[in-house]
T-cell receptor, first 113, second 113 residues
Framework: EAQVTQNPRYLITVTGKKLTVTCSQN?????MSWYRQDPGLGLRQIYY???????DKGDVPEGYKVSRKEKRNFPLILESPSPNQTSLYFC????????????FGPGTRLTVL | GDSVTQMEGPVTLSEEAFLTINCTYT??????LFWYVQYPGEGLQLLLK?????DKGSNKGFEATYRKETTSFNLEKGSVQVSDSAVYFC????????????FGKGTRLSVIA
């Protein structure tokens, strides 16, 4: 089954404690993205990757890092989380062909205390 | 830059009522347009899409027509069901893969029996 998986689905942590949210897709997609969803703001892109070792900033990259060492994986790293990073996070992947249908993971709800 | 504006919610309808959710866009090129749906506790999934002017996307009884003259892509359904209760996002993609989907802020639909 074609899917995007994320782990963990729920995470409560404290300010400053480094964390990683994993994302994996099994569709051999080249393009992957991370979004955060906040009430009243919709979805905003954090980072995206066009291929292995190729990443670029989205609209709200501050406080986040990503890496793309393998095609299927695109982890999101918060080196020093802060309460304003409390949000619902989605990973997505796409072939990159027009039209661009993105496939979303189930989401990770992060709370930073 | 590109942007998507969709009607504010929440929208509450009775079962079998007619649904319209308005969406207008601003883009420099010729974007592909999408409607995504997010059911409670889940990630976003593609509902329908259209890639050029006058195209009509349709799925599960929902329809939307790409109107270049009014820069709109309004979502409609003739008879909603309780199972249609979800958050609906209008989105556009101006270039393949390596640029983000630009999302509207979402419209929450509640259908009551």
């Amino acid at each position: 089954e074609a899917q995007v998986t994320q782990n963990p689905r729920y995470l409560i942590t404290v300010t400053g404690k480094k964390l990683t949210v994993t994302c994996s897709q099994n569709m051999n997609h080249e393009y992957m993205s991370w979004y955060r969803q906040d009430p009243g703001l919709g979805l905003r892109q954090i980072y995206y990757s066009m291929n292995v070792e190729v990443t670029d900033k989205g609209d709200v990259p501050e406080g986040y890092k990503v890496s793309r060492k393998e095609k299927r994986n695109f982890p999101l790293i918060l080196e020093s989380p802060s309460p304003n990073q409390t949000s619902l996070y989605f990973c997505a992947s796409t072939t990159g062909r027009i039209p661009d249908t993105q496939y979303f993971g189930p989401g990770t709800r992060l709370t930073v205390l | 830059g590109d942007s998507v504006t969709q009607m504010e919610g929440p929208v509450t309808l009775s079962e079998e009522a007619f649904l319209t959710i308005n969406c207008t866009y601003t883009a420099t090129g010729y974007p592909s347009l999408f409607w995504y749906v997010q059911y409670p506790g889940e990630g976003l999934q593609l509902l329908l899409k259209a890639t050029k002017a006058d195209d009509k996307g349709s799925n599960k009884g929902f329809e939307a027509t790409y109107r270049k003259e009014t820069t709109s892509f309004n979502l409609e359904k003739g008879s909603v069901q309780v199972s249609d209760s979800a958050v609906y996002f209008c989105a556009l993609s101006d270039l393949p893969g390596n640029t983000p989907l630009v999302f509207g802020k979402g419209t929450r639909l509640s259908v009551i029996a």
